[in-house]
């Protein structure tokens, strides 16, 4: 996995590359990047190298806005890139983020 920062002199965004991520259980390998565009205006951009071949666990992939009300997810998505849109959230605005947590031993 690299992770790096670019820009165009416009725009600038986070890049999370994977090369040849193995798929759990077999010897397919699969290449992608997951770009996020800072700044004002905010989305989520998954393009694709090459992908191994489907197996019974189907991969799943997506993104939504922080309000959950816009999204996309794909199932299996060859080499389909695709890009989900949001907006950054409004002043005085509030969002309730419910979640589980759990670990393996205990801690403090």
Sequence with gaps: ????????G?????VIDYDKVRTYGSADESSFQVWLQLGATEDVTIAH???????????????ENRE????A???WASSTDWTVNTAPSQPG????????A??????T
């Design 68 to 71: 959950g009300t816009s999204g």
């Design 93 to 100: 605005g509030s969002m309730s983020v419910t979640y589980d």
């Design 10 to 14: 416009t725009n600038s965004w986070l």
């Design 49 to 63: 190298g090459a992908m191994g071949a489907p197996s019974s666990d189907a991969l799943s992939q997506g993104a």
């Design 1 to 8: 996995m690299r992770i790096a920062t670019l820009g165009d």
């Design 73 to 75: 997810t794909y199932v």
């Design 102 to 107: 759990s670990s393996a031993r205990s801690g």
